[in-house]
């Protein structure tokens, strides 16, 4: 079935550093939309990209959907303590699996002040 | 409301209980999500409803699972004869959209330990 991984599984950072996620489907995606859980909440939604090649930006967040369409990034440049939790992506196939939203194990991001 | 409201918070349920877990989703949205997220992984699809229909059931670990939504709104998930492999958290969503097209709005969860 169709699997969506995510590396690195932690990272750790110095406040200012930039930060990268990395984000592989085995599958062709229809769209990709990522999310951020703070340590003891919920998944909270942050952008989808639905184009090949799609470039979006948030502040100091970058997302990028790749060409084929089977992968993405995160990146946040110069990062805060704000930043801390864990970075999910989701990836979904609208002719495959019915189009149900598949997530990956997340990235940790810990942010030393 | 303004988000989708998770009850319980927390559930304790002896081996063997039956539990049911409740789910509020946004007013207007169609889709309704049910995902369990095991500690320190990413939420894993469980079922999915469009109004009232389930539309989706093929993430439901055994025939102990069983979720509603009878009236496109509310909806509960029950799991009969619970076991310590049960312990997680439920979330629940809803989005606007149907499928994946739109982002998720995720409840709180409830966090299920079953001893």
């Known amino acids: 079935g169709q699997q969506v991984m995510q590396i690195p599984q932690y990272q750790h950072v110095q406040e200012g550093e930039d930060f990268t996620t990395y984000c592989n489907s085995s599958?062709?995606?229809?769209?990709i939309q990522w999310y951020k859980q703070r340590p003891g909440g919920h998944p909270v939604f942050l952008i989808q990209?639905?184009?090949?090649?799609e470039v979006k930006k948030q502040k100091r967040l970058t997302f990028q959907f790749g060409e084929a369409k089977k992968n993405s990034s995160l990146h946040i440049t110069a990062t805060q303590t704000t930043d801390v939790g864990t970075y999910f992506c989701?990836?979904?196939?609208?002719?495959?699996?019915?189009?149900?939203?598949?997530f990956g194990k997340g990235t940790k991001l810990s942010v030393k002040p | 409301g303004a988000g989708v409201s998770q009850s319980p918070r927390y559930k304790v349920a002896k081996r063997g209980q039956d539990v049911a877990l409740r789910c509020d989703p946004i007013?207007?949205?169609?889709?309704l999500f049910w995902y369990q997220q095991a500690l320190g992984q990413g939420p894993e699809f469980l079922t999915y409803?469009?109004?009232?229909?389930?539309?989706?059931k093929s993430g439901l670990p055994s025939d102990r699972f069983f979720a509603e939504r009878p009236e496109g709104s509310v909806s509960t998930l029950k799991i009969q004869r619970t076991q310590q492999e049960d312990s997680a958290v439920y979330l629940c969503?809803?989005?606007?959209?149907?499928?994946?097209?739109?982002?998720?709005?995720f409840g709180s969860g409830t966090r299920l330990t079953v001893v």
């Open positions: 969503a809803s989005s606007f959209g149907v499928r994946g097209n739109y982002g998720y709005t």
């Open positions: 599958t062709t995606l229809s769209n």
């Open positions: 990209l639905v184009k090949s090649g």
């Open positions: 989701a990836g979904s196939n609208y002719g495959g699996s019915q189009g149900n939203l598949i």
């Open positions: 007013s207007g949205h169609v889709s």
């Open positions: 409803f469009q109004n009232e229909a389930q539309l989706d």
